[in-house]
Structure formats: C-alpha cells, structure tokens
C-alpha cells in the first residue's frame, strides 16, 4: 500500500472513542485546524445546516456545561464542541420529505473526529446529556437541535486499538440486493 493511504488508515484504526481525559489542554491552532476540517465537509446540496459552538476552559461556561454530561470521565475534557443541525437550512429529499440535517452534520463531526485523531487528540461522539440544560446554558435558539455534545482532550490511557467490538462483514454486507 502506498505510503499516504496507509497513514491514513492508520489514523482510522485508532480512531476510539476517549471517556477520559487528562488536563492538558489543547493548542488553539489544532483546535482550529479541527473546525475548519468541519467546515469543510461535504453536505447535500452543500445546505450546510449546520453550527459549531466551541466551549474551551477558559470559557466561563465550560465548568457549567460540563455538569450536563451524565459520566464524570466527560467533565474533565478541556473542549467541547456542540454540533447543531439546522434542518430548515438542509437539503429535504423530495421522493420521501427526509431531512438530511442530522446526516450532514454527522459527516462534519465525523471529519473533526478523524482530523483530531491525526492530531493524537481524543474524542468522544455524546449523544446522551441532559439536553434542555445544555440548550439553556449555550443558548442553543427555537428550530436548532443538538446533534452531539463532541469531546475533546488527551486520553488518560493510550487507546486499545486491537480490537474493536463490531458485527462481521457476512452480517452487514449483501451483495446486490437484500
Ligand atoms: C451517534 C453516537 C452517539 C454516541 N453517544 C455516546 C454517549 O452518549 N456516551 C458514550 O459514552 N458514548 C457514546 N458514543 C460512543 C459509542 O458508544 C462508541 O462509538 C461505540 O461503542 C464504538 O466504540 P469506539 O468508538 O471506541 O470504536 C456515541 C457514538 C455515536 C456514533
């Protein structure tokens, strides 16, 4: 395999997800550099129905919104990203109305998660936090959804790529047709 690609399934294999984080905080240039990556992703119709709201621990809100997270490994992580779907601003399919919001956003933070992995940064996708609290403190507006609470840090541990827990290829993949 050529050199390039295999760094790049390099960073994709130790992608895991990091419910720890050490308090070392992350360098403003790697954080930026991870929010232009999802700036960058694609969207349908390039809607980009999206925003980031960037919480770093000099903010005075980032204790508060840590108090959102229901595992006490989240509250340490020294940024969180809220990525936020605007469905009104996304692309609709017209065969069956699916709003591809949630979609589009999903690829964004998953291109943040990726980028941040090649930076040796830790992440978490979190999905569940106690929403109407985390809305209030980030004034989250009417007709904007969280999508995920996306964490941030250094992990505590180095990360157990070996073996991830998933279903085999025969159970997922069908060959020209169902
Ligand atoms: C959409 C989504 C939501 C998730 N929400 C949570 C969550 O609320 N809390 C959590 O601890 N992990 C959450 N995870 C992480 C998954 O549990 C994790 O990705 C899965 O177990 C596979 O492990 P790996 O990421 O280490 O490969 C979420 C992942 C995804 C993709």
Known sequence: MENKSELFYQVLRSRRSVRQYTDKEIPREALDRILETGRLS?????????????VTKEHPKWAELHEVFYKDGFRKAPVVIAACAQPSKAWVRKEDSSNYAWVDVAIAVTEMILAATAEGIGTCWVASFDLARARKILNVPDGTEIVTLLTLGYPTEPLDIRKKDRKPMDQILHTGGW
């Not at 694609?42 to 960037?54: K, L, R």
Request: no cysteine; glycine share 8%; proline share 15%.
């Open 42 to 54: 694609p969207s349908a119709a390039n809607g980009q129905p999206w925003s980031f709201i960037a």
